[in-house]
């Protein structure tokens, strides 16, 4: 089992809980005062807490807490000493002590540091990624459920996953050094691609998909769903059996593909009223039998009363101390090692544990 210590934010938050979920031991440093994880909405019961926040509960599930002071020495020290004892230090640049010193008290020690880690939105803009995002010709949008924090901590876990397959190979420690913006940025590459090799700028789409005609978000009688027509001989006339539009079916010419992407726009607005009659498990039910590739636009309602993520394992219920039982993403790296996390740890649970055993005396710089 690793001994990780989580120096961080939000991204790394999560990232050192993708070590939990894998049974290591992830122990998350914080001030006096708490976190920032756990003064961020919405709150348990209704009462803002350091214990109730729901992000708390979530991000730092299975992790232990330790609170060190580590704007002054000693709190300095005590971290140097933690680290001589650890695997991985996942931590925000400027770290609270230098990658070099960490090393000198560890030559093993891996660290992770995730630098740029602007506001959310501020990085979205900078990679690029948020010029792809919303209606065409309109006003940028942003991504709701910190989605892109999300992302990058993957690259975070990843990166220090690599890194300790090379300690393996090498027996020595190393930096990894994670952009949030280059991360960000990766996902803006074949638009990149795209514009370097053609001149080609690419468009925002809003709910329109990128490859065939008839493809994209249409609203029905409880929400959105998603509909992905391919070109295929004698797929024109199955769909139009289907929807029985007249307007469609009276238009031979739509039946070749390059009609269909000339006309997409007048296509997919006849399909409103249609999809309108039905829900979307109806409609998702319909292109199923027919061998049309659906989907449903999952609400996190949806999802948090899915019976195949219940399941599967990925979503379970946690025994809390406090709030009885809590329901959400135990994770899916959890669900795979058949793995069960453990509640958020209350602020400084774990002080007496891991502080005890520490020498206790300065670490020479």
């Known amino acids: 089992m690793l ?6 934010g939000l991204t790394g938050a999560y990232a050192a809980r993708l070590f939990a ?5 992830v122990i998350r440093i914080e001030p006096p005062g708490g976190d920032d994880l756990r003064k961020l909405p919405p709150f348990l019961k209704d009462e803002e807490n350091l214990e109730h926040g729901a992000f708390h ?6 992790k232990k807490s330790v609170i060190l002071d580590l704007k002054q020495a000693e709190g300095q020290n005590q971290l140097l000493e933690l680290i001589k004892r650890a695997d991985v230090l996942i931590v925000n640049s400027p770290p609270p002590v230098s990658e070099s010193l960490c090393l000198k008290v560890n030559p093993g020690l891996v ?3 995730i630098v740029d880690d602007a506001p959310e939105i501020c990085a979205m803009a900078r990679s690029g990624l948020m010029s ?3 209606q065409p010709g309109k006003t940028p949008f942003t991504l709701g459920g910190h989605i892109p924090s999300m992302a990058v901590a993957i690259y975070v876990a990843v990166a220090t996953a690599a890194a300790l397959l090379a300690r393996r190979a090498s027996g020595r420690g190393s930096v990894a050094t994670v952009s949030v913006r280059q991360s960000l940025e990766s996902f803006v590459e074949q638009a990149m691609v795209e514009y370097g090799f053609s001149g080609t700028i690419t468009e925002r789409r809003g709910g329109k998909g990128a490859i065939t005609a008839v493809s994209g978000a249409l609203p029905c009688k409880d929400g959105h769903w998603v509909i992905s027509q391919i070109h295929r001989p004698g797929r024109w006339a199955k769909f139009l059996d289907w929807v029985k539009d007249p307007e469609l079916s009276s238009d031979p010419s739509l039946s070749e593909e390059q009609n269909q992407h000339k006309r997409r726009d007048f296509i997919m607005d006849r399909l409103h009223g249609w999809a309108g009659q039905f829900t979307k498990a109806e409609l998702v039910e319909q292109a199923q039998e027919r061998h049309f590739p659906a989907s449903p636009v999952s609400t996190p309602l949806d999802l948090v009363d899915d019976p195949q993520l219940t399941a599967r394992g990925f ?6 101390p406090e709030f009885a039982k809590i329901r959400f993403p135990q994770g899916a790296i959890a669900a795979l090692l058949g793995k069960k996390v453990e509640p958020a740890p209350t602020l400084g649970e774990h002080n007496d544990e891991i502080l005890g055993p520490l020498d206790h005396h300065p670490v020479a710089r």
């Open 57 to 62: 509960q979530f991000l730092n599930a299975g």
């Open 3 to 8: 001994r990780v210590i989580d120096v961080t």
């Open 111 to 113: 660290v992770t540091k």
């Open 132 to 134: 792809l995002i919303g």
């Open 21 to 25: 979920e894998q049974g290591h031991e």
């Open 315 to 320: 979503l379970a219920e946690m025994d809390h």
